[in-house]
């Protein structure tokens, strides 16, 4: 996950908390984290940079919609980044 942008660690974040979520309801979750559009320019190639990673995968809903879920790797590699961050923020 080092060679993953902050954005793209953030979209790893948002797929895991939701069950197979289409591309407009990550986008959707982000802009309100961001507080700012978020343009399909930026969040497609992005998942698609994740999915060519082997962290997320992609599947056909319909013709028009596709979901994103995380592959097990990915799984792995969000446990491995919060047990590096416990190292160093203390939430107690």
Do not use: C
Not at 6 to 33: C, M, N, S, T, W
Not at 36 to 64: A, C, F, M, W
């Amino acid at each position: 996950m080092y060679d993953l942008t902050g954005f793209q660690r953030d979209l790893l974040y948002v797929i895991a908390g939701k069950d197979e979520p289409h591309g407009l309801a990550i986008k959707e979750e982000l802009e309100e984290y961001y507080e700012s559009e978020i343009h399909h320019g930026r969040l497609y190639p992005n998942l698609d940079t994740l999915v060519d990673k082997g962290l997320v995968e992609k599947g056909q809903r319909d013709r028009r919609t596709n979901y994103y879920t995380l592959t097990r790797r990915g799984t792995r590699e969000i446990d491995a980044r919060r047990e590096w961050e416990a190292q160093y923020v203390d939430l107690d």
